[in-house]
């Protein structure tokens, strides 16, 4: 969060960057202090007042000059203070809340469509509406099967094994390699353990991605070299040998779209980037660590392509969990997505669905 007091922020500094990003989402283009001294909102200030106070949040780093434009756009700083400061102030307009809700009850109205078939047509729906493709993923049922515990054991000077136990008994192991004389690797890894077995000890299977998700921030203050924990643990353990067996192939909805976006079109992020991310999305990719929460909806805007974000929420529905994750540019309308997911997740959790 923002607490450093150099880049705090007094309230109408923060109107008019609230202001500014919502244009900017919406047209794609500049904003200048004369553009938004003739909008309704802040026409209770002058020209040159919202001139000194986005040179203010210019100086700070949440908008910078678009070339040679006298306006400004958010940077990736002005994203994050909107979304953890500044989204849950923004009125989502009834004119689209009522065109894509009124869609969506009449598809959750059918009560002979499994959730399959209900999350298929809403995807391809929301999907459609916001004009960029979605990714939907299905994790297989697990029965009610549950993780009992992680351990590891020294099997050699420098090399360790890693296992997971579940309730019905299986075993799944890997080894991993730290140098005898890297203790602070052994302290991280130890303490990493100690914690997920506190978390995640007799949690349900299709429970364990919400859980991690809870779990990542305590762990990284409980660690020195959280990617090394990450990438032996999380990432290679949990999810590649352990989540990821469980997952279903997963569908790619709208996945044309990403063509017109301006950003793609101005070749500002890369088209054939986009599409690689999309053809081999991973609901527990790497880049799900440094992700912004807000409800739950998970916003990730620091990943391998840069001025690209990733949205994702998970649905549950009896035992089994899906994840809808939406891809673009940063430039996102970010309440409109978390309240659809918002949206879904109150209608799944409300109607009971024949089996599939």
Known sequence: MFNDPYLKLNERQRYILKIIMEKYIIENSSISS??????????RWSSATIRNEMAVLEEKGYLRKENCSSGKIPTKLGYRFYIESLMDEVVINENWKLDIKSKLIEIFSDRHSSVDQVLDSCTKL???????????????NSNGDFLRK????????????IYLITARGEIINDTIIIDDS?????????????LLNEELSN?????????????LPSLKKRVHQFEFVYESIIS?????????KNSLVSKVY????????????????????????????????????????????????ENEIEGVSVVSTNLNVDLTTHQLAVVGPIRMNYPLIKHLFDF??????????RKN
């Open 34 to 43: 004369l553009m938004l001294a003739r909008t309704e909102d802040l026409k």
């Open 126 to 140: 929301i999907s459609e509406f916001l004009n960029l493709p979605i990714v939907l993923v299905k994790f297989q």
């Open 150 to 161: 992680i351990d590891i054991v020294n099997i050699d000077r420098d090399k360790y094994m």
């Open 182 to 194: 890297d203790e602070q690797k052994k302290s991280d890894l130890m303490a990493a353990i100690r």
């Open 203 to 215: 949690c349900q299977i299709n429970e364990i991605s919400n859980k991690l998700d809870l779990i």
């Open 236 to 244: 290679q353990m949990i999810i590649n040998n352990f989540l990821n």
């Open 254 to 301: 709208n996945i044309k779209s990403i063509v017109f976006q301006p950003e793609i079109q101005k070749k500002q992020v890369s088209l054939n980037d986009i599409f690689n991310l999309l053809e081999n999305y991973s609901a527990f990719s790497p880049f799900n660590y440094n992700f912004l929460k807000t409800g739950s909806t998970l916003i990730n805007l």
């Open 344 to 353: 879904l997740s109150e209608k799944l959790s409300s109607l009971n669905f």
